[in-house]
């Protein structure tokens, strides 16, 4: 049996990615070569196999549902999850060029990591390549949505944001900044655990609320869309490998750090960016040690590939 230990922090790394708007989750998945078990893992759920669990037979559905494995993954991503929110609420608001920069570097040596799996360099991939290229960097450029806290929303932000997540180069919080809840799902997640040490009845109604619904539709999005994956990798997988390398180039233009907000207003308490200008920034220490942080993303994900898959060998 594989190391249960190691799995919690295979998913504690997840975890911490999808925390951040421009990252992915499924990203740090594909590099510590546990992406396709994953989604095999989910796509075993199925009506046979909840028989399973009704008739009483809780080690062949463990067994069948690579139950362990999802515990330690799932239960290490809520910890970052969890742990990480206000750290990176924190960071981006006070360092956010350089905390930025860390996950352009990791992002640059992702694209090298994913496209190398990609079996032949045909005109179908050159062209699935451009497209994922062409979808990432259209994103970067659309505006923001106004939130909602209506719980229909907050479901479909769920499924979407969790739809997201599970593909490598797609940043699940990216898309739910876009869709204009980001701030709201991430600040209901940073604050429950504190309101419940506090018995603070209104503050984990209010939080409840707010993940109750978000979680629902995340459930039913990774349920649905992991057997949708599972399907085009068993029967394209060079195309969607292509697709999928194109995205986490053009995704470099979300997660570019040096960028200047030129139009925002406050609606319901909270900023909405309408426009935002890149520029290229002065040489000096700072982007020196920008560039610093970039290296270390980028050895990072290195490592990250070279130990994570050591478990495969």
Not at 119 to 147: D, H, P, R
Not at 232 to 253: C, M, P, Q, R
């Amino acid at each position: 049996m594989k190391n249960p230990i190691l799995w919690y922090l295979k998913g504690m790394a997840m975890g911490a990615a999808d925390v951040v708007p421009g990252v992915s989750g499924g990203t740090i998945a594909f590099l510590m070569g546990i992406y396709e078990r994953l989604l095999e893992a989910i796509g075993s759920f199925s009506i046979p196999t909840l028989r399973l669990l009704f008739k009483g037979k809780f080690k062949e559905f463990a067994q069948q549902t690579d139950l362990v494995f999802l515990i330690c993954l799932f239960a290490g991503i809520a910890t970052s999850i969890i742990s990480f929110a206000k750290l990176f609420k924190y960071l981006l608001a006070n360092y956010e060029i350089l905390t930025m920069s860390f996950f352009f570097g990791l992002i640059i040596a992702t694209v090298w990591v994913v496209g190398r799996r990609i079996k032949e360099w045909n005109i179908s991939a050159i062209i699935w390549f451009l497209i994922g290229a062409a979808l990432a960097i259209g994103i970067s450029f659309s505006g923001q949505v106004e939130g909602s806290s209506n719980p229909f929303y907050l479901f479909l932000c769920g499924f979407i944001a969790i739809c997201s997540m599970i593909l490598p180069g797609v940043s699940g919080s990216f898309v739910l900044l876009l869709l204009g809840n980001y701030a709201l799902v991430i600040g209901a997640i940073s604050d429950l655990p504190s309101a419940i040490i506090a018995f603070d009845v209104d503050g984990i109604i209010a939080g409840l609320w707010i993940i109750v619904p978000f979680a629902l539709g995340a459930i039913t999005g990774i349920l649905t869309f992991a057997k949708v994956l599972s399907w085009l990798f068993d029967n394209y997988e060079n195309s969607l490998l292509a697709i999928l390398t194109g995205f986490v180039l053009g995704s470099l233009s979300i997660i570019y750090p040096w960028k200047k907000v030129l139009r925002s207003e406050i609606i319901h308490g909270k900023e909405k960016v309408l426009e935002t200008m890149r520029y290229i920034p002065e040489i000096d220490t700072h982007f020196f040690m920008a560039l610093g942080l970039m290296l270390i993303g980028a050895i990072l994900v290195a490592s990250i590939e070279y130990f994570g898959n050591k478990e495969l060998r």
